[in-house]
């Protein structure tokens, strides 16, 4: 006869608790995707809710009034992001790779000094007059890639503290073969640490990807607003418009019935087309990203 398997009531109740957890993610989400497709007036009787109620496109359709726009916020976004994340974990990467070498003799000083800019900033009054009236890259898309160029001093530390857990016997004997500190860099060390580097890439892509403050402060062309920037202007004119129509200001200046006015839902289409992108691409960083941060910060 089979023995039945005991039931391991701790088990059970991680896996109900992780369950739960998990369900606090979820459900936000499905709640926010299905109040995108809710018309104004199920949501605003109604509340939210796991599937559309009185399901329409209202909401897209008022953020692509001008598809033009966004579609050119898109690849602006999409440049700037892809472009900025790929040179910031290349440039970070070098500069941490010297750091980590037992032989580098100033590897001290400058690990010192790249860790006091992380306690100390200028502000944003100073930053701004080195990159607009110095360097003149506002309105420019120059100034989405050359002031964090470098990665950042955290990123650079967690670069260095990987590649100090790889083997030093790796790189004595590629020296042995003649290998210049380059080569040993991009055929040895990148191929080694492909977990840090995809968790790096992956939390600065998202950052820049978010990042709207750049535009609102050094933008002023809107062929370069990034969509963060756009989606936050879009929703400003929505509300405006909300504004004029209950206040009755418009009323005589346009059909007020047959205009299409933005409503709540708006708030969660934008967030949609901001979020989407991102929820696509993380499963492809995921089984990376854990073992690049743990691995990274232990080691060393």
Known sequence: MKKKKKIDGFNIVLHLFFILFCA????PLVLVISAS??????????????????????AYRSAFANGERMIRAYIVTIAQAGLGTFLACVICGMMAYPLSRTNFRFKGFLTGFIFITMLFSAGMIPRYIVFAKYYGINDSFLI????????????????????KGLPESLFESAHMDGAKE??????IVVPLSTPVFASIAFMTLVTRWNDYSTSMIYIRDEKLYTLQFLLQRIMKEADFLKNLANSGELAGIVNIENMLLPSENLKYAMCIIAAGPMLVIFPFFQKYFSQGLTVGAVKG
């Not at 606090?24 to 459900?27: G, L």
Request: some cysteine; overall charge neutral; glycine content about 10%.
């Open 37 to 58: 497709f809710t018309s104004e007036g199920a949501l605003a009787l109604g509340g939210f809710s796991l599937l559309p109620r009185e399901f329409t496109l209202e």
């Open 24 to 27: 606090c993610f979820i459900i």
């Open 182 to 187: 380059l080569t040993v860099f991009f055929k």
């Open 144 to 163: 989405y890639i050359l002031p964090v160029i470098t990665g950042g001093a955290w990123n650079t530390l967690i670069f260095r503290t990987f590649f």
